[in-house]
């Protein structure tokens, strides 16, 4: 496994990548790889999706790793995307600005972005999110659809 990721990200051992950097379209990578008889290097991209989909860890203002983690969330109607943004979002983060949550309603979908400097306080807040986002659901179905006026 190490053999394969050694190779993954940069050019052909020995080879002079150029200026257009390993990996490039017409690089001098591509060019050594093809002579040998090997797949052209291939270059990792700069963010590459962590298991859990949109989290990232990004360089954060105080020198450590910022998490960030996005969840769109479908409803059947703008209306019930707004009640349920009402009712979640007065519950303030306890955790004294280690996470930041923010709600937002684009439509019918309730859009929640959370930033954060410690993994665990981050998981313990999306796994909170997620229970009153359960039961805010199940509390409109069980009362049907909202009443137009």
Same mark, same amino acid.
């Given at each position: 496994?190490?053999?394969? /990721? ?6 052909? @051992?020995?080879?002079? /990548? ?26 990792? $991209?700069?963010?590459? $999706? ?14 450590? $790793? ?9 409803? #059947? ?12 979002? #007065?519950?303030?983060? $306890?955790?004294?600005?280690?996470? @930041? ?17 410690? #993994? ?10 997620? /229970? ?18």
């Amino acid at each position: 496994m190490q053999a394969a /990721d050694a190779g993954a990200g940069g050019g052909v @051992e020995g080879a002079d /990548d150029g200026a257009d950097g390993p990996g490039s379209p017409g690089g001098a990578g591509e060019a050594t790889a093809a002579a040998l008889g090997r797949a052209p290097p291939v270059t990792r $991209p700069r963010h590459a $999706p962590r298991p859990g989909g949109d989290a990232a860890a990004t360089a954060g203002r105080t020198g450590g $790793p910022t998490y960030v983690f996005a969840l769109c969330v479908p409803f #059947p109607s703008a209306v019930e995307a707004e009640i349920a943004c009402g009712s979640l979002a #007065p519950d303030a983060e $306890p955790h004294g600005g280690a996470v @930041e949550k923010q709600l937002t309603v684009r439509g019918s979908v309730l859009a929640v972005r959370w930033r954060a400097t410690n #993994p665990r306080l981050l998981r313990i807040s999306i796994i909170s999110f997620l /229970d009153q986002l359960s039961l805010v659901m199940r509390t409109m179905q069980r009362f049907g659809p909202p009443a137009t006026r």
